[in-house]
């Protein structure tokens, strides 16, 4: 039975391959890792071969995240490690959600979909952290909390205190199947009550998770030290223009808790997300030889979060519910305005 297993994974990794034009002696490194401090992202499978390393994700359905996640990751990669060859990115899978193609294209992803029995065989089980303190899996699944859908379950949670998990689902517009897999994991976690309603009983063991599963710092790509005084000064300048040349961009953490009514201030830091890396270039206009200006940090998304941002005061800023995900993934830096904007909210 295991030669048999053997054989057909050896076939699936031939086909896969095949697809990619890549030699069929070359060798697959299984669950490559990339590291941050002490915490571990892993990618499906990485090949070297020529002259490119060439990293691929799988997922049943890719969508924007599955993209965003593996650009991301790349983006990681490539500041840590002194790698020579360059790097290609392909996200695997079953199907592939419409809306996805474009963005791919964009940013350099290549889509590649594989037979329903192949792709079976190729897609790996859930790893699970072997460090003591890790209460979540490092990889995407219905039980990381900071998936797209499961931290749209979480605010509700924050926000609406639900009294049951089938409620919880229809306020999230989440499948009763999933909304039920995210609440027994942080009910198995010590997270949340499920006795008397649904309600977070311990915040900091929640952040603490969130911040360990997907820091912001991970998202990273590059600091411009600009001429502005102050964050504020930063942010409408800045938003300004790009409004102006039609580039996408949502100013985000401490930069958009203001406008959710935190008042936590950091002047000498701005967070900005910009989805389309060649538009980064827009933002050197703004830097200066002078690093006592505010310093603006510029991050690639893991999501589409475009879809749900809003101007306010002329300012795009990503969706309240992303805006809590992103301070959270500050950690103790974010905590403050994070649990402010958590009071603010469920009293609404």
């Given at each position: ?7 057909e994974l ?29 915490r571990e ?206 580039i996408e ?100």
């Open positions: 039975m295991q030669i048999l297993m053997d054989d050896e076939q699936a990794n031939h086909y896969l391959l095949e697809k990619l034009g890549l030699p069929l002696d070359a060798r697959f490194e299984d669950n490559f890792s990339i590291k941050l401090g002490n992202f892993l990618i499906d499978k990485a090949v070297e071969s020529l002259n490119y390393v060439t990293l691929i994700e799988l997922k049943s359905r890719i969508n924007e995240d599955t993209v965003y996640r593996i650009y991301a990751l790349s983006r990681l990669l490539e500041d840590q490690r002194n790698i020579k060859n360059r790097i290609r990115l392909v996200c695997a899978g079953k199907s592939l959600k419409y809306s996805t193609q474009e963005l791919a294209d964009k940013l350099g992803v290549e889509i590649v979909i594989l037979p329903h029995k192949l792709y079976n065989i190729l897609a790996p089980e859930q790893y699970n952290s072997t460090e003591s303190n890790r209460e979540f899996s490092v990889r995407s699944s219905p039980a990381k909390i900071t998936s797209h859908k499961a931290w749209k379950i979480i605010c509700t949670i924050l926000s609406k205190k639900p009294p049951s998990i089938l409620s919880l689902s229809k306020e999230a517009n989440v499948s009763y199947g999933w909304t039920n897999s995210i609440i027994h994991k942080l009910g198995d976690a010590g997270i949340i009550h499920m006795s008397y309603g649904l309600m977070i009983k311990d915040l900091d063991k929640l952040f603490n998770a969130v911040s360990w599963e997907r820091p912001l710092e991970s998202l990273h790509v590059e600091t411009i030290h600009t001429r502005f005084k102050i964050s504020n000064d930063c942010i409408n300048e800045v938003a300004l223009n790009l409004n102006k040349l039609g961009y949502a100013f985000t953490a401490h930069s958009s808790s203001l406008y959710y009514g935190s008042t936590t201030i950091r002047d000498d830091t701005a967070y900005i997300y910009m989805p389309d890396p060649r538009a980064r270039q827009n933002l050197r206009i703004f830097s200066v030889n002078n690093e006592k200006g505010c310093a603006l940090k510029v991050y690639t998304p893991d999501r589409d979060i475009m879809g749900s941002s809003q101007i306010l005061g002329g300012v795009r800023i990503v969706s309240l519910c992303q805006n809590l995900l992103d301070l959270a993934g500050l950690g103790i830096d974010g905590r403050a305005s994070l649990k402010e904007l958590v009071s603010k909210d469920g009293k609404k």
